[in-house]
């Protein structure tokens, strides 16, 4: 794609400022409407280095509030920052609804130049590549805008500015071997660059590349692309917000590597345990997850637990018994309630983003990312749409983890409508368990069924190879510890049995 | 404080069974009534290499419910923690209101074995010291409840776990050469620990120093001293509450580093600047801003101006003269709302904290850490108490900035209320500017003669020579922003002239 930019282009000083002043007009009046509409915009800005990133950086931001938009600087990652998946410290990054996040560099650093210099794979950069495509889809579904710049300069011309900041006092320190090896291998980097934009020129996010030649054409370029981008954004937002809410099933969800599932109304909830057996079992399993919670720790792989279950199920009880076995130093409980305010101006995965533990730790989620296709789906907290699209967003973002190298097991913790009665009761009648039972847990109840058709659905769409649904049998909660343990143990011992995989 | 420990205790695994579970029972007891009351609570570990603080950190959680605590694992600081104040990433651990948070090593690591490792010199330390104290005093003043265990051992018992876990090949890789070097100094470190342990032992949070030697007593003394320690801070809060709201001020604020600042009331706002004038004069500010701004950057000298006063004041149009002259990649503007309710369950500078600059960089607080002495104070939203006492916390927290090397530039944005009425007034009547006026400003309006008395109490009480406040006349925002930009190159080339301080 970088052939066919014009690099010849140039505006003189008399038309650039004619032209200039009602972009910035109009530029400084989209602040207003995109904190109105809620608008989450990242503009992020790739190129050759001293193509003008952080001049044209400056220039845009001339035109924005200082208080509705932050600049992000990102660096190649920290050691710390290499043993969470990759798109994980851009997730962290997210502007909240209504805010401007103005990106230097971006997740193209590991598709770009780190791709040459960390000497990524295909096969890896590939999966990078398509890591990025789902994340920026994920973005643009759930309503964010996405601007691409990418600046272009021939290697003369990079070759001649490096020079003029290397001459001068004050500069010499901006240019670092580094940038001289890139302008040196020149051809090489064009290549690795218009892969990369070619692969990841999607129509939901589409790249904008710019000359970097001249400063005054580039400065026009940037606005108006900004200008247009923000204002078909916000449009395309009142259109859709007037369409009649869908009801109907309108997105396939993805078919590969899906397990076939029972149904909840076949499982056998007359299983049972002995208090003798149980102790015995309970014992063996723990220590068996205490050994393998060393090997895991030493070998730096990531283990993610999901729990999920009716109200009284009894996960709290379950993750004691886990969290028991583990070397407290290596684990976490991430116990997950409705999303605050915080929480909710952002993808509703940014939150499980962050909780990720690091590689060589467990995280436990006390319920999960599934709420977006249970509580929410059933509430109405978010459109038909929302929670379809959810089903293949949540096998993306598992797919990541497995990618990343973690075992992931998922549990539903199942009981009978009696069972659950039985507990609620003797909740409301032990003064020790009062707080556990609130009106929400009777309203839910009431909802049951509901509940069991989300929940099918659910196990149908989303029980892969890589991370497969467990359903448990918890009527008898000694039963259930012993089988999660169980079941936990033979998938890290799976996962030690296949030995490294493509880690970053 | 060591030498007083008892190392010969020992309990027999009979007496211990008995006394055991007692305690227990007692301890998972707790969990409800800490959640009730929103009680947070620290409990850290101290002690020597293999003096069996993970041991204990296991046995004390399988009281908990693993979904109402965390375990927070201290390593030495990263490079980029070392460029933050060193309290700052401790602030970021703090627990929720109601939570438990288990620390494995703690702040102390910089004032023990750091002190050695690192050789900080004795000031430092003791400025570190002191630092500690007021961090964990600011604490308890807000509601927290910190233990503190030291786990103490003898070098000769030190040696042989060290030895014991050298011998095996499971826990080999447990065991480093620093374990070796640190048990071969025994005596040296004991005289920094004992130095730590008298220096810090504070009535708000007394060490309990605790003898490793033997399993048993070591489990029941910490049993039964976080069961006793958490029930009296449970019934403290109880009887806190009981009592009636004091409104006399009882806390006298420091009168160290003050300076004299004029009443509001004093302020001559006919100050202007002509629009000639204006663009000169700002235009060389600027310059010399983004000239002293690359300067900073190289020095990794952290900056960091706050904004309050009036609405309507011109804080925004104000900021963006300032941000205008800054690169982009190096400043941060941090607008400051109404607490979320995350932010509400800590501190109430936790998230002040967590938005500190990096050093070298520059963060511009719109509104600040102010409003817990104007609208937390006028609105009643904490007691009288807590205001009064803010005072101190607030200058102790400037304090820290300033050692650490930063420059703190305070602005009091000042209008008359008659220049306010006319700006709310012409905001209701350009549409574009119709959102940044609600009812809330007028309601402040109405309040201005009680928030008047809180500023000057403000600038009497945390107006000091190491960040002092300055008014800024603003009925003409032309002469407030030249102004501004001024007393801020002003103040970055002070600290310019006097170099290289006691940054860590």
């Not at 998946?85 to 996040?101: C, E, I, N, V």
């Not at 794979?121 to 994920?138: A, P, V």
């Not at 009978?416 to 009665?421: A, F, G, I």
């Amino acid at each position: 794609m970088l052939e066919k930019v014009d690099l010849k282009k140039r505006v003189s000083k008399e038309d650039y400022k004619k032209q200039v002043k009602p972009l910035q007009t109009a530029l400084t009046a989209l602040d207003a409407p995109i904190k109105t509409a809620g608008l989450p915009v990242i503009i992020l800005f790739e190129g050759w280095s001293a193509a003008g990133k952080g001049d044209a950086i400056s220039h845009l931001i001339l035109n924005f509030d200082p208080r509705w938009f932050s600049v992000v600087n990102i660096q190649p990652p920290t050691e710390l920052e290499r043993r969470e998946p990759a798109m994980w410290r851009y997730w962290l990054t997210l502007p909240k609804a209504g805010q401007l996040s103005i990106m230097d560099r971006s997740w193209y650093q590991e598709v770009g130049v780190l791709r040459l210099e960390d000497e990524v794979d295909d096969l890896t950069n590939l999966r990078h590549m398509d890591e990025i495509n789902s994340f920026e889809r994920g973005l643009t579904d759930n309503g964010y805008l996405i601007i691409k710049f990418f600046l272009h300069i021939s290697q003369k011309e990079q070759k001649a500015r490096l020079e003029k900041l290397d001459d001068s006092k004050n500069t010499e320190w901006r240019v670092t071997s580094k940038d001289w090896r890139r302008c040196r291998q020149y051809d090489k980097y064009c290549d690795v660059f218009d892969q990369m934009l070619e692969y990841t020129n999607t129509p939901n996010a589409p790249w904008h590349i710019v000359s970097g030649m001249n400063e005054e054409a580039r400065t026009l370029d940037i606005f108006r692309i900004v200008k247009e981008s923000v204002e078909s954004a916000l449009k395309l937002q009142t259109e859709k917000a007037a369409l009649p809410p869908s009801e109907s099933h309108t997105i396939p969800p993805s078919q590969e590597h899906l397990v076939s599932m029972p149904k909840l109304s076949e499982i056998n909830l007359n299983k049972n345990l002995d208090k003798g057996k149980y102790k015995k079992q309970l014992q063996k399993e723990q220590e068996r997850l205490a050994n393998l919670h060393n090997k895991v720790y030493l070998k730096k792989i990531p283990v993610i637990i999901a729990y999920e279950g009716w109200d009284a199920a009894g996960k709290g009880g379950n993750i004691k018994r886990v969290s028991e076995a583990l070397d407290p130093r290596g684990y976490e409980v991430v116990p997950i309630a409705a999303p605050t305010k915080e929480e909710k101006s952002r993808h509703y995965l940014w939150r499980f983003w962050k909780a990720l533990p690091k590689s060589g730790h467990v995280a436990i989620f006390d319920r999960t990312w599934y709420g977006r296709v249970l509580v929410e789906r059933i509430e109405g907290f978010c459109s038909a749409e929302d929670w379809q699209r959810a089903y293949r967003e949540i096998n993306e973002f598992e797919r990541q983890l497995y990618d990343w190298g973690a075992v992931i097991v998922k549990f539903w913790l199942q009981i009978s409508p009696e069972e659950q009665l039985r507990r609620f009761k003797e909740r409301e009648e032990t003064p020790a368990k009062q707080w556990k039972i609130t009106d929400d847990d009777w309203r839910n109840r009431d909802k049951w069924p509901q509940y069991e058709i989300a929940v099918n659905d659910m196990f149908q769409h989303t029980s892969t190879d890589f991370a497969p649904w467990h359903i448990i049998e918890g009527n008898d909660k000694k039963y259930a510890r012993v089988k999660t343990l169980k079941l936990i143990n033979e998938a890290i011992e799976k996962r030690l049995a296949e030995g490294k995989k493509h880690h970053r």
